[in-house]
């Protein structure tokens, strides 16, 4: 799986958009990226993943650069319970879905009043 | 449904006792991912299972760790004997796999474990 480099940590005051970059310069034609975050003292949670076009649910936005060696997660409105670990994987998928999450060091994201 | 369910949600040992970690997954689901989480290491895979049989056990630490899934609805990790260095949050996760289809991993509160 390709590996990915995102900032240790980040803020964003509520109500507005926050916008998390990660990098991904070796990613494969058939990899996808995922994004999960983790709020503290919780379990991962999934936020949503993507292949080369956006994507957007009701959770957040993806926007993944044409070459595909970048992306980023949008919280257009983020409030303080957004405040969490931000984990960008990138893996196979879809048929390998259930395979292992590799999970790396994150993007602290903290939601400022 | 209820989500992933771990028990006990925190347990504390002295170091040489055996412990025992539980995990229900959702209902469906025929993928079972056990994780380990720790400051130094962060979130690492121990273990996981495809309809019950173990897939990839290559993160098991050592021959202390044990975990088996003697159906679809019940697992179970098992420290034998316990150190202070296994002290850590152990996450159990579940998911769907099927063909072309992607389903997320949908992963349970966690169990915070201290050996002393």
């Known amino acids: 799986d390709a590996k990915t480099t995102q900032p240790t940590s980040m803020d964003c005051a509520e109500g507005r958009a926050a916008n998390l970059p990660c990098n991904h310069s070796?990613?494969?034609?058939?990899?996808?990226v995922y994004w999960y975050r983790q709020i503290h003292s919780q379990g991962p949670q999934y936020i949503i993943h993507?292949?080369?076009n956006n994507e957007t649910n009701e959770m957040a936005s993806l926007i993944i650069t044409e070459d595909r060696k970048s992306s980023t997660l949008i919280l257009p409105h983020a409030t303080l319970r957004d405040t969490a670990v931000y984990y960008c994987?990138?893996?196979?998928?879809?048929?390998?879905?259930?395979?292992?999450?590799?999970f790396g060091s994150g993007t602290q994201l903290t939601v400022l009043p | 449904d209820a989500g992933v369910i771990q028990s006990p949600r925190h347990e504390v040992t002295e170091m040489g006792q055996e412990v025992t970690l539980r995990c229900k997954p959702i209902?469906?689901?025929?993928?079972l991912f056990w994780y380990r989480q720790t400051m130094m290491r962060g979130l690492e895979l121990l273990i996981y299972?495809?309809?019950?049989?173990?897939?990839?056990d290559s993160g098991m630490p050592e021959d202390r760790f044990s975990a088996k899934m003697p159906n679809a609805s019940f697992s179970t990790l098992k420290i034998q004997p316990s150190e202070p260095r296994d002290s850590a949050v152990y996450f159990c996760?579940?998911?769907?796999?099927?063909?072309?289809?992607?389903?997320?991993?949908?992963f349970g509160p966690g169990t915070r474990l201290t050996v002393t």
């Open positions: 994987i990138v893996r196979v998928g879809p048929s390998g879905s259930a395979r292992q999450l590799t």
């Open positions: 996760a579940s998911s769907f796999r099927g063909p072309g289809v992607f389903h997320e991993q949908y």
């Open positions: 070796t990613i494969s034609g058939n990899e996808y």
């Open positions: 993507g292949l080369k």
């Open positions: 209902s469906g689901h025929n993928s």
């Open positions: 299972f495809n309809n019950n049989v173990p897939i990839d």
